[in-house]
């Protein structure tokens, strides 16, 4: 089992609708969550963490977690063309200072 | 604030030589840290840096090594190039170097690219 799991997509989403990116991670000692954007060719920008159960929402997007379940999920609102990237789930875990580990990311083609 | 800055860009290189790249993490960030990523395998940590210290190292040969300056800069050296060590290596730098730091997020540089023919 992988550490931190992400559905590979692609997610088609039409223009507008929500994106909803799902990740699961093993270690039970992971304390905060990140999702970065990758484009095609680019390197991974950071879009929001969280690291406390619940919501938490930046502009268009939502991220959730649940630490009982080991799961983090992030919602995209009105998916735009540009949203069309590669998303990354990635976990720190206590103590191992800035070290992530990362998904294997999920392709998501929004659709004009 | 300029963000993270990598070089080069791209690099070719051929097998049994060795290589150099190079990062300057953002301003007052003390932390770097340097990812592998290839398509195969994903993006997989190699190493962090805090204080000119390595603290934290992944699961990589001993061929793949580092090291931080005082002023934050880091470098990493891959010898004996293999053609399995074409990748992308990101680096990225955080402000927090505490290791509980739970809310310090990283921020990377647009890669070097490796190409070992």
């Known amino acids: 089992q992988k550490e931190v799991e992400q559905n590979s997509g692609p997610l088609s989403v039409p223009e507008g609708a929500i994106a909803s990116l799902n990740c699961t991670y093993s270690?039970?000692?992971?304390?905060?969550f990140f999702w970065y954007r990758q484009y095609s060719g680019k390197s991974p920008e950071l879009i929001m963490f969280?690291?406390?159960?619940g919501d938490k929402e930046d502009g268009r997007f939502t991220a959730q977690l649940n630490k009982a379940s080991q799961y983090v999920s992030l919602l995209i609102r009105d998916s735009q063309p540009s949203d069309s990237a590669t998303y990354l789930c990635?976990?720190?875990?206590?103590?191992?200072?800035?070290?992530?580990?990362f998904g294997g990311g999920t392709r998501v083609l929004v659709k004009p | 604030k300029a963000g993270v800055t990598q070089t080069p860009r791209y690099l070719i290189k051929t097998r049994g030589q060795q290589v150099t790249l190079s990062c300057s993490p953002i301003?007052?960030?003390?932390?770097v840290s340097w990812y592998q990523q290839t398509p195969g395998q994903g993006l997989q940590f190699l190493f962090e840096?805090?204080?000119?210290?390595?603290?934290n190292k992944g699961n990589f040969p001993g061929r793949f090594s580092g090291r931080q300056f005082s002023n934050s800069r880091s470098e990493m050296n891959v010898s004996t190039l293999e053609l399995g060590d074409s990748a992308l290596y990101l680096c990225?730098?955080?402000?927090?170097?505490?290791?509980?730091?739970?809310?310090?997020?990283?921020?990377f540089g647009n890669g070097t690219r490796l190409t070992v023919t």
């Open positions: 990225a730098s955080s402000l927090n170097g505490d290791r509980s730091s739970y809310n310090s997020p990283l921020h």
């Open positions: 270690d039970r000692g992971s304390q905060s």
């Open positions: 969280i690291y406390s159960n």
């Open positions: 990635a976990v720190k875990v206590l103590a191992a200072g800035n070290k992530l580990t």
């Open positions: 301003s007052g960030h003390r932390s």
């Open positions: 840096y805090f204080s000119e210290t390595q603290r």
